[in-house]
């Protein structure tokens, strides 16, 4: 069985381009990053874009965002 490495959540976005943004840029330095979009159905702005990463890369996650 595959170990799943735990996810957690490196910042928060009211604005998805600027979390989109920011993936693109941890993608380019070669880590793994996901959007977490609390707002899918685009009723509620409270809950925001949380950007995800490996919980191992946190600390050159740190470096970027």
């Known amino acids: 069985t595959m170990i799943q490495d ?3 959540t490196l910042v928060s976005f009211t604005d998805r381009l600027q979390a989109a943004m ?3 840029k941890l993608e380019a330095a070669g880590i793994p990053a996901f959007l977490n979009d609390e707002n899918v159905a685009g ?3 409270v809950g925001g ?5 490996f919980e191992k890369d946190i600390e050159a996650a740190k470096l970027i965002a």
């Open 43 to 45: 009723l509620d702005p």
């Open 6 to 8: 735990k996810t957690v």
């Open 22 to 24: 920011l993936i693109d």
């Open 49 to 53: 874009v949380e950007v995800k990463i």
